[in-house]
């Protein structure tokens, strides 16, 4: 499987405009320069996936967005996990800085970051979780299940920023589509279109229209 | 774009005069209206005039309202329902409201001078380029702006636009069937697909009717098959014979080649008419010979009565009654006969003809009767007078018992008693006296004795006289009575033997008298030859004539002659006169004819024929042609209806997980794992559907009122989502129903309406917001989080103002 499959659900945040701020040096290494979140050693966090970040237009931080892998972490240390990171959010806020960004910057991401926390559907619904997603401690916590690589299609919607399902729910395209292929164009048969009156008598014309266009469809 | 740029409520609920404006400092609409304050504020007096100005109504108080007032029409009063309680009976309550479409300005306006909810108890306008518009134009202008259909407007837009905490305590009582429709609105109309259906489902019934009639303007087999029969009718008598040269009639045209179809059929109809003629004549005499027929048997069989009722005249009707008038008169004198009437039906009964009593009779039994009648009343007279006597005598004795006692007087008083006179009496001695009166007493007793007796006797007589002449009166009326009755029986009984037979001689214009004296009819003039077989040849060769002109009717002819007789002669009025009549030439003739005229026929119906048997392989193309798209059509509208069921099922299946994801995109680990409708699975879109969870618990029993907040929330918010593409307004309105709510619920709702206010986001459903509380901390927490984002936020803070 490669990467880029694996991570499938990048795609939902860098379509909604959020810039990640995780490179990856030509050895494949990924690396961050917001120590806060690095390892004593500068390393990034093997469950760190990635920060996203969204500034607002006039181009101030408004927005930091935190992957996290826990996948294979144990439900008995999710909470752990999550003020362990909750800890590295408040350091950063007190006292980091963003590449390229001063630090008066920031105060805008204050209530405004959020812990994206990529899990199996086991942890995605567990009282780990549950509490972790209560919490408004210092961050937002969401936990959504990834299955290849990807957020599962119910937890999609649970992303803040995404709205695609949600803007068209209930459309089955498939069947829309064949509804579409059932009904003639308004080119030929606009009568067919025309609201219904008793007193409408359909012309040999469109009669003609009509056949042509279900001869056709049957052909 | 349509966004609701300024406010302005006059003399409506809390407000007085008040003048909102949702603009940022560089003049462009705000997307996000914070309305804060305490309670009785008036944030909810904000919504409500927007809600009334667009609409005319205020749902979140009409439906109580109508509730109160349905059972209690005082708790219904409606005092500071609309306008403000301080509003003068004559001030107007009016909202304005500055709409920005898309950077063009109008201005909506309503007013009311009534305390009353509704469009119709208030007047409704549009300000458009400075020009007020009529309220048919601003009706219009919102149906497009809103795209509501033919929904009522005021129900619509509380539905789609507003979240409020009316709205959820209804949600909560709605019934499983209120539940379905309210989850229909989440799904397509499918408006387009709907129409077309109904427009091949028209289609359909038109083709129906089309071929229907096609069927019927068809000429039918059955008529085919019968002219085809006709035709071959027509070729097998293909031979003509020629037409006989003897004139029947004046303008008769012999050579019948050169007359046109039409006057040949006339010559027909002529011709057939003379022999109507000529037939009408024998029908004439067959009627006169079945009534000699008659007359000669009548006379066979009744002779003697009928020779007897000549003689009596019985034929005549007045014969009879004179009998019946005799009988009643000699009744009357019976029911009158008294001893007083005697000499009235005495002179009756001698002048009728049937009694012994000759009118001489009577005369001598009357005058006897009356003599002896007058000797009685004589004699009984005469005593009268002799009793007349008799008071004489009784005067006399009183006399002389008068004188003794006189006497007695003068002898003791010397004077007379009467006159006083002194000279003493001069007459005879009593004794003479008295002797003379027992004599005369005696003899007068001896006659009248005598004549008493002989007055019995005479009166007697009279009275015997009396009896009998009373008894033989009696007798001979009884007598009389019975010989008329006799005559009549008999009489009646031969009128009724002969009516028949005069009947009939009255109808041959024969005279009776004429058969009193005949023995037979069989030899006599005019009824010599006559008999049934006779009469049967005669009716026999009218009724071969008649089928041969072509009359339907022939048994009339034996049955009712005379009908037939009547009949004929109106047919044959048309004939020619004066009409030669030939038995042979006029059949030939008729023959010719005919034969010509179906020479005719057979060529109108060969032609017909032709025409009708293309006509309906014409109308059969049609049929075929109708019939095919017919069933085209059918399958394309059952296939269509069926596609949409299946939508609309799927649709409706998908709504309650589609609302939860809104659900969870709110509120963060519930106790609810899910949304499903609970229902009949086959008819989801028509059954009443229960709300459950996924294990089929019905929510609207387990979930708290934060939940059914963040629900409604949800609800508003996936309707805004499905809205998205529909009509140009969306602009949404919640009042503090987020009270209820925890903080991260909070803090997910506050964050959609953040990236939902974004700019440029593809997925924007929400234009603008308004959004009332009296969290202040809540306040706080969204202009900080709008502020992040720079979403321009217009504060209506009332506890400052």
Redesign the interface.
């Known amino acids: 499987m490669s990467e880029q499959f694996e991570e499938a659900w990048r795609v939902y945040f860098t379509k909604s405009g959020y810039q990640p701020l995780i490179q990856k040096d030509i050895n494949g290494e990924k690396k961050l320069i917001i120590d806060e979140f690095c390892n004593d050693d500068g390393t990034v966090p093997e469950e760190l996936k990635e920060i996203y970040l969204l500034c607002n237009k006039s181009g101030i931080p408004c927005e930091l967005l935190l992957v996290i892998d826990v996948r294979d972490k144990q439900q008995k240390n999710l909470n752990a996990l999550c003020r362990a990171w909750d800890e590295r959010i408040l350091s950063f806020l007190n006292f980091g800085i963003l590449p390229g960004q001063e630090r008066q910057s920031l105060y805008l991401l204050k209530y405004n970051v959020m812990q994206i926390l990529l899990s199996t559907s086991v942890t995605a619904h567990s009282n780990a979780a549950a509490s972790g997603e209560k919490s408004t401690d210092i961050s937002r916590k969401l936990f959504v299940t990834i299955e290849n690589g990807d957020v599962i299609e119910s937890e999609r919607p649970m992303l803040p920023f995404y709205f695609d399902q949600l803007t068209k729910p209930t459309r089955t395209a498939d069947s829309e589509s064949e509804l579409e292929q059932m009904l003639p164009t308004r080119d030929n048969l606009a009568c067919l279109y025309e609201t219904y009156s008793p007193e409408r008598s359909f012309s040999e014309k469109d009669l003609i229209s009509v056949k042509e266009w279900l001869s056709n469809g049957k052909d | 774009m349509v966004k609701i740029k300024a406010l302005h409520i006059h003399m409506f609920r809390i407000y007085h005069d008040r003048e909102f404006t949702f603009i940022t400092e560089t003049g462009e609409v705000t997307p996000l209206i914070l309305i804060t304050g305490g309670n009785g504020k008036g944030k909810t007096s904000i919504v409500d005039a927007i809600e009334w100005c667009l609409t005319g109504n205020v749902q979140h108080l009409n439906k109580p309202f109508e509730i109160r007032s349905k059972s209690d029409h005082r708790a219904g009063h409606s005092l500071g329902l609309l306008r403000n309680k301080d509003c003068k009976r004559a001030e107007e309550t009016w909202v304005s409201l500055t709409i920005d479409e898309n950077g063009v300005e109008s201005v909506l306006h309503r007013t009311a001078t009534k305390n009353e909810l509704g469009a119709d108890n208030s007047f409704f306008s549009i300000i458009k380029n400075g020009e007020t518009l009529d309220e048919e134009i601003a009706k219009k202008w919102l149906a497009q702006c809103f795209d509501s259909g033919n929904r009522s407007f005021a129900d619509f837009f509380y539905k789609y636009f507003i979240c409020d905490l009316q709205k959820t305590e209804d949600f909560r009582c709605k019934s499983r069937k209120e539940m379905t429709e309210e989850f229909e609105d989440?799904?397509?109309e499918?408006s387009?697909?709907n129409?077309?259906l109904?427009?091949?489902e028209?289609?359909q019934l038109?083709?129906e009717t089309q071929i229907a009639t096609l069927q019927e303007t068809k000429t039918s087999e059955e008529k085919l098959v019968q002219l085809e029969q006709e035709q071959q009718n027509l070729k097998e008598a293909a031979q003509i014979p020629a037409y006989t040269q003897h004139v029947s009639y004046q303008d008769e045209q012999l050579d019948v080649d050169k007359l046109k179809p039409e006057e040949q059929q006339a010559q027909l109809e002529s011709l057939i008419a003379g022999g109507y003629l000529t037939v009408s004549g024998w029908l004439t005499d067959l009627v006169l010979l079945r009534r000699k027929l008659v007359v000669k048997e009548q006379f066979e069989t009744h002779k003697a009565d009928i020779q007897q009722a000549i003689r009596k005249k019985l034929y005549e009707p007045n014969t009879l009654r004179i009998l019946e008038e005799q009988k009643k008169k000699v009744v009357e004198q019976l029911q009158n006969l008294t001893p007083q009437t005697l000499e009235q039906v005495g002179k009756v009964v001698s002048e009728l003809k049937n009694t012994k009593l000759t009118s001489d009779m009577w005369e001598i039994r009357w005058t006897e009767y009356c003599n002896l009648n007058s000797t009685w009343h004589t004699t009984e007279s005469t005593f009268d007078d002799c009793k007349k006597g008799d008071e004489l005598l009784t005067a006399f004795s009183r006399l002389v018992n008068l004188r003794t006692k006189i006497d007695s007087y003068r002898k003791e008083n010397k004077k007379c008693p009467l006159c006083g006179a002194e000279e003493p009496f001069t007459s005879e001695p009593i004794e003479q006296l008295a002797l003379e009166a027992e004599k005369y007493v005696k003899a007068h007793d001896a006659r009248k004795l005598a004549l008493q007796q002989q007055a019995i006797r005479e009166k007697q007589s009279w009275e015997d006289c009396q009896n009998r002449l009373y008894k033989d009166l009696k007798d001979a009326l009884e007598i009389s009575k019975k010989s008329l009755n006799d005559e009549l029986g008999a009489d009646q009984k031969i009128i009724e033997n002969t009516s028949l037979f005069f009947t009939q001689v009255v109808a041959l214009n024969l005279v009776p008298e004429s058969f009193v004296d005949l023995t037979t009819l069989e030899t006599q003039d005019g009824f010599f030859g006559i008999d049934a077989i006779l009469i049967q040849k005669q009716e026999q060769k009218i009724k071969d004539m008649l089928k041969f002109l072509g009359y339907a009717d022939v048994e009339q002819v034996t049955s009712i002659p005379e009908t037939a007789q009547t009949v004929i002669s109106q047919l044959a009025q048309k004939a020619p006169k004066p009409f030669v009549f030939a038995e042979i030439d006029l059949r030939e003739k008729i023959v010719s004819l005919r034969l010509r005229k179906g020479n005719h026929h057979l060529e109108e119906i060969t032609k017909e024929l032709v025409d009708k048997r293309k006509q309906n392989s014409v109308f059969d193309k049609q049929i075929q042609e109708k019939t095919?798209?017919q069933n085209?059509?059918k399958?394309?509208a059952g296939?269509?209806r069926q596609?949409?069921n299946?939508?609309k099922v799927?649709?409706v299946k998908?709504?309650a997980?589609?609302l939860f994801?809104?659900f969870?995109?709110l509120v963060?680990?519930t106790t609810l794992d899910g949304f499903q409708l609970e229902g009949n699975n086959a008819r989801e879109t028509e059954a009443k559907l229960t709300f459950t969870d996924q294990n089929k618990n019905p929510i609207l029993n387990i979930i708290s009122d934060g939940q059914l907040g963040a629900f409604m929330l949800s609800y508003l918010?996936?309707n805004a989502?499905?809205r998205?593409d529909i009509g140009s307004f969306h602009c949404y309105f919640v009042d503090d129903i987020t009270n209820s709510m925890?903080?991260?619920n909070l803090?997910?709702f506050i964050?959609?309406i953040k990236?939902?206010l974004t700019?440029k986001?593809e997925?924007t459903?929400i234009q603008q917001f308004f959004f009332s509380t009296c969290d202040g901390n809540l306040k706080r927490?969204f202009q900080?989080?709008m502020?992040?984002?720079?979403i321009p936020v217009t504060l209506v803070d009332l506890d400052e103002s």
């Open positions: 989440f799904t397509l499918h387009e697909a129409r077309v109904t427009n091949l028209q289609i038109q083709l095919t798209l085209l059509v399958e394309r296939a269509l596609k949409l299946q939508l799927d649709e998908s709504v997980p589609y994801y809104v969870s995109k963060k680990h918010l996936g989502f499905l998205k925890d903080d991260i803090v997910s964050d959609l990236y939902q700019e986001k997925n459903a927490l900080y989080k502020a992040g984002f720079e």
